[in-house]
């Protein structure tokens, strides 16, 4: 390596051998010491003299060295460009459009500040807040009003007789069961004396608080034997009973004269439903009245 001491003096050269080469001095230079060979000045180029290939100026130098340092960053920055698009692929998200939304959200008028911006802010509602509104209400339905039930048709209570007279007439000291719910029956018996006839006949109770139509049968019972009514063999139908009230039938229907002289008389009555057949009647529960012995001379007396 060559360099002078100072500008225009002679340049020294560093003799010393490196790495075990050996060094050849040349340009006729004096040996100074172990270090170092002295050369005279190389005399001045003039201006108009071009410079040697192989001699590169200072000048040179430092473009060369600013040429090599725009290459360097020419590559640096084009590999930087190319990692760019590599890098925004594989973020999650753009995170220059989130820092747009999230200064665009701050920068509305009345915009709510973001969570991140403000953490001391809690993230449950204050006691003293109103509650969110739940959105426009919805109109309950209607309550289904329960549809009454048809109240039931009432009829013309059937008209019975008069109630029956207390004299001559005998009948069961309590009220008796029939198979309808709610209806009880009395079968009684008139005999008067001295006449050798007797007639028969049933009065029944409405027990229950709703309007009762049945269908009864009434048949006289002579000695032991079952007969018909002469005026009303058949049973009598349709009959409605309102509640708490006692419809009589007909003597004058059930009557029996002239032959009942020497005989034990006495009323039955069936009760069944308003559409019962006479079948159905006759399988009704049966109740029996009170008995007469009528006498040969015409009189009566009551049977124990």
């Excluded at 003039?46 to 040179?60: I, Q």
């Excluded at 018996?189 to 001295?194: F, K, L, P």
């Excluded at 050798?196 to 032991?224: E, H, I, M, Y």
Aim: charged fraction near 15%; glycine fraction near 10%; include cysteine.
């Amino acid at each position: 390596m060559t360099e002078p001491d100072k500008p225009g003096g002679p340049v020294r050269q560093d003799n010393a051998a490196h790495d075990g080469g050996t060094q050849n001095i040349t340009h006729g230079g004096n040996v100074i010491n172990n270090n170092y060979n002295v050369y005279p000045p190389a005399p001045a180029v003039p201006a108009s003299t071009p410079e040697a290939p192989d001699a590169p100026t200072a000048e040179n130098r430092v473009r060369g060295w600013l040429s090599g340092r725009r290459l360097a960053l020419v590559a640096a920055g084009t590999a930087a460009v190319i990692a760019v698009p590599v890098t925004i692929l594989n973020l999650p998200h753009d995170p220059l459009k989130a820092e747009n939304a999230d200064s665009a959200r701050s920068a509305a008028p009345g915009a709510p500040s973001s969570p991140a911006a403000s953490p001391s802010t809690s993230a449950s509602p204050s006691p003293s807040a109103a509650p969110a509104s739940p959105g426009p209400a919805i109109a309950a339905a209607p309550a289904a009003t329960p549809t009454p039930s048809p109240a039931p048709t009432l009829r013309s209570a059937t008209v019975g007789s008069s109630p029956y007279p207390s004299k001559d007439v005998a009948c069961p000291t309590g009220w008796l069961p029939t198979s309808v719910i709610n209806i009880d029956m009395q079968p009684c018996t008139q005999a008067a004396s001295g006449t050798g006839a007797a007639q028969f006949g049933v009065k029944l109770r409405n027990a229950g608080a709703t309007q009762l139509v049945v269908t009864v049968s009434v048949k006289p019972v002579v000695s032991g034997a079952y007969g018909t009514c002469p005026l009303h063999a058949e049973p009598w139908r349709h009959v409605v009973i309102d509640p708490g009230k006692v419809w009589y039938s007909s003597f004058s229907d059930c009557s029996v004269s002239g032959s009942v002289k020497g005989h034990r008389v006495q009323s039955s009555a069936r009760v069944a439903g308003e559409s019962a057949g006479d079948t159905e009647v006759g399988d009704a529960k049966l109740g029996l009245g009170w008995a007469f012995d009528i006498n040969t001379d015409g009189t009566v007396t009551k049977a124990p």
